[in-house]
C-alpha cells in the first residue's frame, strides 16, 4: 500500500498571537517535531504571499501574526530567519521596503529579529525535473538559505482558480521575469505546468498556509475576505492544496495546478489519499466559499478566416475592463502587463484587445480595484453545463 501523503489541520479563528502560535507549534507536532526538518542554525527563508501593497486585514496577503509566530518558533528553536518574496512589479529595493512596511511585515522583523531579505538578484539553475522549464532564474535568496517554507495565503485567483502553497513559489521567479513566463505561455494549461515546474524547482521543506482569513471571489488582491478558520501545513505542498481547495467546496481537478500534478503523477487530487492530522476535514466546509469564473471556451480552428476568429473570441473569451472613475492612474497596470498592451491615455489605461493574452496581471496588481474581469453573456451560457 502507497504511503499516504499527511497534512495537518488545526482550527484557528483569530489571529491571536498565543492563539496562532500554538497552532504553528501543533503543526509541526502533527508532521514529526520541527526538529526533524530543521537543523539549529538552519537559515530559514519564510517565502510569504506578499503580491503587492495590501493592510493585513485585506486578506491578499500573508498576515504579520501568522510570519510572526511561525518566525519566532523557528528562532526560539535555534533557526535563523529571512522573510522574504518577489511581489508583482519591479523587483528592487525601494518596492520591497514599501511592501513590507504596508503588509506589516517590517514591524514583525524588528520584533522578532528575523531579517527582511533585500538581494534583488537573480540567478539561473537547471530544473531536471520540469516539464518545461528546464532551467529558469529565480532570486538569489533562495541560494542563500539552507531551507525554505512556503507561507501561502489561501485565496481564489481569476485565472489559475486557487493560489495556495504551490503558486505560491512563483515568487521565487524575481519581478518582471514572472511577466516573461506569462507572455510565453498565455493558456492556463502550460502555465500551470510551468507553476508546478518552479515548485519542483523550489523544493519546500515545509509549507503553511494562512487560511484563518482568506479571499473569496475575485482574488488574488480583489476579492473579499472570508473566514476559513484553518491552518494547514505539509510536506508537499500539493497535497497541502488538495486540501484546501477541498475545504472551500472547490474540485480539486477543476484547480489547474493540481490536474497538471495528477497528470504528472504527483498526488492523486483525491482527499481520501491523504492522511490528514489534526481536525476532520468536514469541520471546515465552505459551500457557498464565492469561486471565479475561468473557464474559456476553444472552438477557434486554424482554418477559420481571421475576421470569424476574431468575432467568435470577442463572443466568448474574458477580458480585463477598466473602471476609469476608480483608476488613480498609478501606471502599475501598464508596467506589469507581460505583452505590453496597455497604454495610458489622459492618465487612464486603455488596452488593445486584439493582443491582451488573458493572464489579468492588470486585475491582479491594480491597487484600486479598478479592474474586473468581464465574462461574455455567450461564454457564461456555454459553462454553465
Not at 228 to 237: C, D, H, L, M
Not at 301 to 326: E, G, Q, Y
Not at 348 to 377: G, N, S, Y
Request: with cysteine; hydrophobic share 40%.
Amino acid at each position: 500500500m502507497t504511503k499516504k501523503e499527511k497534512v495537518s489541520l488545526i482550527q484557528c479563528r483569530t489571529y491571536d498571537y498565543n492563539v496562532v502560535k500554538e497552532s504553528i507549534l501543533q503543526s509541526f507536532e502533527h508532521l514529526g517535531g520541527i526538529e526533524k526538518y530543521i537543523d539549529k542554525g538552519d537559515k530559514v527563508l519564510l517565502k510569504l504571499n506578499l503580491l503587492m501593497k495590501k493592510k493585513p486585514e485585506e486578506a491578499a496577503t500573508t498576515h504579520p501574526i501568522f510570519t510572526k509566530a511561525l518566525a519566532e518558533v523557528l528562532i526560539q528553536y535555534g533557526a535563523t530567519v529571512i522573510i522574504g518574496d518577489s511581489p508583482g512589479g519591479p523587483f528592487t529595493e525601494r518596492m520591497l521596503k514599501g511592501v513590507y512596511r504596508v503588509c506589516g511585515i517590517n514591524k514583525i522583523a524588528e520584533e522578532t529579529g528575523a531579517i527582511l531579505n533585500y538581494n534583488t538578484n537573480g540567478v539561473v539553475v537547471s530544473n531536471p525535473d520540469a516539464k518545461y522549464l528546464k532551467s529558469l532564474t529565480v532570486t538569489e535568496m533562495i541560494q542563500e538559505v539552507d531551507k525554505v517554507i512556503s507561507v501561502s495565503k489561501l485565496k481564489t485567483h481569476g485565472l489559475a482558480v486557487f493560489t495556495g502553497a504551490v503558486k505560491n513559489m512563483f515568487g521565487i521567479v524575481p519581478g518582471l521575469i514572472k511577466a516573461e513566463y506569462h507572455l510565453t505561455m498565455p493558456e492556463i494549461e502550460e502555465f500551470s505546468d510551468a507553476l508546478v515546474d518552479i515548485c519542483l524547482c523550489g523544493k519546500p521543506t515545509l509549507s503553511f498556509m494562512d487560511g484563518i482569513v482568506g479571499m473569496e471571489g475575485h482574488g488574488p488582491s480583489a476579492g473579499d475576505p472570508r473566514e476559513v478558520g484553518a491552518v494547514i501545513a505539509s510536506t508537499s505542498p500539493y497535497h497541502l492544496d488538495v486540501v484546501a481547495t477541498s475545504i472551500i467546496n472547490l474540485k480539486p481537478s477543476d484547480v489547474p495546478t493540481i490536474k497538471r500534478c495528477m497528470e504528472r503523477g504527483i498526488c492523486s487530487g483525491k482527499v481520501e489519499d491523504i492522511e490528514i492530522i489534526g481536525e476532520e476535514i468536514n469541520k471546515f466546509l465552505i459551500k457557498d466559499f464565492v469561486i471565479p469564473e475561468t473557464r474559456t471556451i476553444k472552438l477557434v480552428k486554424d482554418w477559420m478566416p481571421p475576421f470569424v476568429k476574431s468575432a467568435i473570441d470577442n463572443l466568448t473569451r474574458p477580458r480585463p475592463v477598466f473602471n476609469h472613475k476608480d483608476c488613480i492612474g498609478c501606471r502599475d497596470c501598464e508596467e506589469a502587463c507581460p505583452p505590453k498592451v496597455i497604454a495610458m491615455k489622459d492618465h487612464r489605461p486603455i488596452v488593445r484587445l486584439d493582443d491582451c493574452i488573458r493572464c489579468f496581471c492588470c486585475q491582479e496588481l491594480c491597487p484600486k480595484k479598478a479592474v474586473e474581469v468581464h465574462r461574455p453573456w455567450m461564454l457564461r451560457q456555454m459553462t454553465k453545463f
